[in-house]
């Protein structure tokens, strides 16, 4: 009898949009092998070079990690199930000392003093509570707003960026006032006006190796929100190294991941994922979009795991990993394990201080060109030097390889839509020979398009050009008319 198989929403573009996948296989290798002869494409996202499953995916039989089994050796039975989760980027440390509540405390969070698992001391340890929350954008803005409704007595933020339009369909902390002000001084400004006794610190500052053991020692508890691996990484290691519990959350599309890592004998996020992904693999929300709901419930279940923590009630999610998907509203649990042998929790540990993230992360300077859609200058085109050829009626095509959705939103005129999973099952429809056009790859930023540039001169087709900024700059530069998004 198949083994269901469930695909996280990253790995679905290549089981046609699947999110189970039914596999026959006498044990988790056949099944793994089985299911990348079906959908190829996998393969790559799966497995390495040698053939070897990748470091950052994980797979679970049932509930229980393949590692800690019989790993791929493991057998399979009638109604087993195999999750694949690829990475997307114990007890409590909150101080205990009691701060007595003022009568207009008691009356704002009477509801919570009512209840026995929190009553009067739960709120006293919420009051005297210091959470730190890194980023305060999809992740930070439900999670800060709800630590600040519930009574924390001091939040950090730590945050660099300004308020974009984009953000409000899920950074819920910002109105449309707030459009081009700094995300820290309009976050705080809010929080305090949803709790005034509140103690709002800000960190307006990229944190790295050099500031983030400094920034999280002033704090009881952190609040991962971060939207890239490096960040996710710095904030594991400086958890463990500072004994500060990581309340961890994810999301992409519609899936969302949560977490407790660096507890007391508990794992960290190395323990689930000890290396990351190549630059490039796993698309960013802005390339591959996010529900704007999702960060709301990740959020709330990041703040819920903090209070908690705090108040020291209920069973924390230390040693699972919460699953959510909400395009088929299914919550999974995993059961995770600390590894003896991991370099930073492990029982001898090798990374005894902060390193370099990026490097880490494989984002050397040429990758990280790359990664922002940056290719030799012979290799690219501006929108007005296209503008100029359409003009002029050149020979060329304009390949457009985001998503039909986005197709539909916006689009370069005389474009045809081949999108970049597609592209290599459609590489007959690209136009080639001795008077072949030349070829202008776009998609919203140029990073896609960037991609596909690189999988076109691999199957010989040289004549190809990656469009500066995609179509984003093209509305920018020559046709403001389009709708950005």
């Known amino acids: 009898m198949p083994t269901t198989v469930f695909i996280p929403t990253p790995l679905r573009p290549f089981t046609d949009s699947q999110p189970t996948v039914q596999v026959a296989g006498a044990n988790v290798g056949e099944v793994l092998q089985n299911l990348v002869a079906a959908h190829g494409e996998l393969r790559h996202h799966l ?84 959470v730190l929350c890194v980023g305060a954008g999809g992740l930070g ?38 459009v081009g002000r700094p995300k820290l001084r309009a976050a705080s400004e809010r929080l305090r006006a949803l709790n ?7 960190h307006e500052t990229m944190l790295n190796s050099s500031n983030a053991l400094e ?17 996710r990484y710095l904030v594991n290691d400086a958890c463990v190294l500072t004994g500060r519990p990581n309340v961890y959350g994810s999301i992409f599309r519609f899936d969302g991941q949560v977490s407790i890592f660096g ?63 909400a395009l088929q509203m299914k919550v999974r649990t995993l059961k995770l394990k600390r590894d003896p042998e991991c370099p930073v929790c492990g029982d001898h540990p090798t990374v005894t201080k902060l390193i370099d993230y990026e490097q880490f992360c494989g984002l050397t300077p040429q990758v990280k060109a790359q990664a922002s859609g940056t290719l030799p200058k012979e290799l690219e085109e501006t929108p007005l030097e296209l503008k100029a050829q359409i003009d002029a009626k050149a020979n060329i095509w304009i390949l457009d390889v985001r998503e039909p959705n986005e197709f539909n939103i916006c689009r370069i005129p005389d474009s045809t839509l081949i999108p970049l999973g597609e592209l290599q099952k459609r590489l007959g429809e690209i136009p080639q020979g001795a008077n072949g056009p030349e070829i202008i790859v776009h998609c919203r930023s140029g990073v896609r398009s960037a991609k596909a540039v690189n999988i076109l001169r691999e199957h010989g087709i040289t004549n190809a050009k990656n469009l500066k900024g995609g179509i984003l700059q093209w509305i920018k530069d020559v046709d403001p008319s389009l709708s950005s998004y």
């Not at 205990?96 to 340890?125: C, F, N, W």
């Not at 924390?152 to 308020?163: E, M, N």
């Not at 005034?196 to 800000?202: K, S, Y």
């Not at 002033?218 to 890239?228: C, E, K, L, Q, T």
């Open 263 to 325: 507890a007391k004998n508990g794992p960290c996020y190395r323990c689930l994922y000890p290396e990351p992904p190549p630059p490039g693999l796993v698309p960013s929300c802005a390339e591959g979009g996010v529900l704007g709901v999702l960060p709301g419930t990740i959020g709330t279940l990041q703040a819920t795991e903090a209070i908690k923590l705090i108040i020291g009630a209920g069973e924390p999610l230390i040693g699972r990993l919460l699953l959510y998907d």
């Open 196 to 202: 005034p006794d509140l103690n709002v610190i800000t």
């Open 141 to 178: 803005s439900p999670s800060a707003l709800y630590l600040a409704a519930a009574g924390v007595g001091t939040i950090g933020l730590v945050d660099f960026d300004v308020v974009d339009l984009s953000n409000l369909q899920r950074q819920v902390l910002y109105t449309t006032a707030d």
């Open 215 to 231: 920034i999280f020692r002033a704090y009881d508890i952190i609040v991962d929100g971060a939207d890239n691996f490096p960040t």
């Open 47 to 130: 497995f390495n070079e040698q053939g070897k499953l990748r470091s950052f995916v994980n797979v679970y039989l049932n509930d229980e990690d393949i590692r800690y089994l019989s790993k791929e050796q493991t057998p399979v039975k009638d109604a087993d199930t195999l999750s694949i989760v690829p990475s997307v980027a114990g007890g409590s440390g909150a101080a205990t000392e009691e701060r007595a509540l003022s009568k207009d405390e008691v009356q704002r969070y009477s509801r919570h003093l009512i209840m026995p698992e929190v009553g009067v001391e739960g709120q006293q340890k919420l009051k005297a509570a210091r």
